[in-house]
């Protein structure tokens, strides 16, 4: 495991990770404010021309809705909105909790009672020592 | 990757002792006909060094067929290669994988993949959050990555739009990229994935597992854990987990990492009836138990909203309440009703097993939960293969429009409802089957505390249930999930 440090490259990095996850925000705002979404061609009513003039109209009421069913929090841009929104803040939020709150590059805190070995929390027997790590394990 | 710890002698005899029973000297011997071979040359495949990374290259470039095809593609989602090849193809295929391979697609994802790459070559390998190993947000971020991916994809309609495929696929893509850069290992899959999420939750029920043979490690006193270390330039495990003590599927992509770093060929892969690790785990908590109920909800939802009288329902629901005409709220309020229904239901059961037996309704829920997920799994898998066999003729105008060959019209062919109702009914009574045979296998593990059959009934009627519920929504005509 490395020590984190701050230096050139790992400020490269974290830019680099901000600005993707960015990215994720930027398309989900061009989404939502482009009223695009989920709405396709089917939905706007041009897409007979690249259908060659087949009518694909009617059938398709069942699963797209109703076309008033839309709005910021309604319908697919309001989806795309959340999701867009989740996104966002969960990445930059974990991103930067594990850089700023975890001291990262120090060991993890479970360890088995017996041994004293680092262990994770999920296991439920020590791989080194055999003891059984279940009441350990199922601790909240 | 860390470096393994020293020897201590005390903790081996320890190990010997307590972790794999009687002391045996040399690995368990191989299967005999069909099973062993397909163990033999399955585990040949797992360790070749060309496995997962062909499947993953081949994968990344499906990927960007995929990505290229969302956002440049053609609109209509029958003729666009995003749509069709997502949900109309890759959907059904990954539902069949959790019940065949488990969670293999995890060790092909091309997301995975970049991520993998991105994570060896550059990133800065920082451990996982503590927060994300904390039980509480596990169980509360696999229960909204559930629910969230259900609710989303009606209320998007991803499957008819290829700009929110697309939407989704780089969301993915760029949190599983962001996440090797920044930590170690697959966190991404391992923590963040929603997909994940769920494909770990099916893969209990595959049919087959890796594991090692614990008489081989100790019989060439293995200290290094290789598995999970790795070995020299060989990674270990990318989901922290250790093949000698794992229990579960859930955390296994089947990558063959471990087979590969092992040096004393201990692991392999297995086939075992696909639902034998509820019964051995020994790790039995409540919000694990309750994922498989939280499925039964999940899939009757899916089930619901694709029928036919459910457009008629909608409009009712909408002219009843005006709250219920805007989609995020009707169906945010119905996949709750339909998981709180599933919910409720079990608990109802396990508190009339519990009376029966005397024993505590939280420790039965803990123990029974599990064995409702074949039959979750097995109606997820009958449901989307109907989309598979209905939609496949969909694929030559997708590829054609994929290379801007676009057909005059889609291939739409007429849907086989008579074809696809005798295959979701038939998978239904399937996974009703093992399920019940699982609830036999889990009352059958608690010896004296479970007098069967009779204590057994409130599950068995409740997985009845469930089952009718199931056939009674694929009895109804469907829509096709793009066209």
């Known amino acids: 495991m490395k020590t984190f440090q701050w230096n050139a490259r790992t400020i490269v990095i974290v830019a680099v990770a901000l600005l993707l996850t960015a990215s994720v925000g930027v398309m989900g705002i061009w989404l939502l404010l482009s009223g695009q979404p989920g709405t396709g061609m089917m939905e706007s009513g041009d897409h007979t021309e690249m259908m060659g003039g087949m009518d694909i109209s009617g059938d398709h009421t069942t699963m797209m809705g109703a076309p008033a069913n839309r709005g910021l929090l309604g319908g697919y841009t309001g989806a795309v909105g959340l999701v867009m929104i989740l996104a966002f803040v969960g990445m930059v939020g974990s991103l930067l909790y594990a850089l700023f709150r975890e001291k990262p590059g120090q060991p993890q805190p479970a360890a088995c009672w017996n041994c004293e070995r680092p262990v994770e929390t999920d296991w439920t027997t020590c791989p080194y020592c055999g003891a059984a790590l279940v009441a350990q394990a199922t601790r909240p | 990757m860390s470096d393994p710890p020293k020897d201590n002698p005390q903790s081996i005899i320890l190990l010997e002792t307590l972790a794999a029973g009687p002391l045996k000297v040399g690995a368990t011997p191989p299967r005999p006909g069909l099973m062993g071979a397909f163990e033999h040359y399955g585990k040949r495949l797992l360790k070749h060094p060309f496995f997962p990374w062909v499947g993953r290259w081949m994968m990344i470039g499906f990927l960007i067929a995929l990505a290229y095809s969302a956002f440049f593609g053609p609109r209509d989602p029958r003729l666009n290669f995003a749509t069709v090849m997502s949900w109309v193809v890759w959907w059904p295929l990954l539902a069949i994988s959790y019940l065949v391979v488990g969670r293999v697609w995890c060790a092909v994802c091309p997301m995975g993949a970049l991520s993998d790459i991105v994570h060896r070559r550059i990133g800065l390998n920082l451990k996982a959050p503590e927060l994300f190993k904390k039980r509480w947000l596990v169980a509360v971020l696999l229960g909204i990555a559930i629910l969230y991916q259900a609710w989303i994809e009606e209320v998007t309609r991803a499957s008819v739009s290829p700009l929110i495929t697309g939407f989704i696929l780089w969301s993915f893509t760029i949190g599983a990229v962001v996440s090797g850069l920044v930590f170690e290992r697959w966190t991404w899959c391992r923590h963040l994935c929603p997909l994940g999420a769920?494909?770990?939750?099916?893969?209990?029920?595959?049919?087959?597992?890796?594991?090692?043979?614990?008489?081989?490690?100790?019989?060439?006193?293995?200290?290094?854990?290789?598995?999970?270390?790795?070995r020299d330039d060989l990674p270990g495990c990318p989901f922290h987990q250790v093949p000698k003590i794992m229990e579960t599927n859930r955390y296994c992509s089947t990558c063959g990492n471990c087979l590969k770093a092992c040096p004393n060929d201990a692991i392999s892969i297995r086939l075992r009836p696909p639902s034998r690790e509820f019964v051995t785990q020994k790790k039995e908590v409540l919000e694990n138990a309750l994922i498989s109920v939280v499925a039964i909800g999940v899939v009757i939802f899916q089930g619901l909203v694709m029928t036919e009288p459910w457009a008629t329902l909608r409009e009712y629901a909408a002219a009843s309440l005006p709250l219920l005409s805007n989609d995020a709220v009707l169906y945010g309020a119905l996949i709750l009703a339909c998981v709180g229904l599933a919910t409720g239901l079990f608990f109802l059961a396990s508190q009339i097993y519990a009376r029966l037996t005397h024993q505590s309704c939280h420790a039965e829920m803990c123990r029974f939960g599990f064995a409702f997920l074949p039959l979750a799994l097995l109606t997820h898998i009958g449901h989307n293969l109907g989309h598979l066999f209905n939609g496949y003729a969909l694929v030559p105008g997708a590829l054609a429009g994929l290379v801007g060959k676009l057909p005059q019209a889609a291939a739409e062919g007429a849907p086989n409802l008579w074809l696809w109702q005798v295959l979701e009914i038939g998978l239904v009574v399937v996974g009703l089957i093992i399920s019940v045979w699982a609830i036999r296998r889990i009352c059958g593990a608690a010896k004296g505390n479970c007098p069967r059959p009779l204590a057994t009934a409130p599950y068995m009627m409740l997985a009845i249930l469930y089952a009718a519920v199931f056939i009674a929504l694929f009895a109804l005509p469907m829509v096709t999930r793009v066209s």
């Open chain 2, 198 to 230: 769920w494909s770990g939750v099916f893969a209990m029920s595959s049919v087959v597992e890796v594991r090692a043979d614990p008489n081989v490690c100790l019989a060439n006193h293995c200290k290094g854990i290789y598995c999970y270390f790795g």
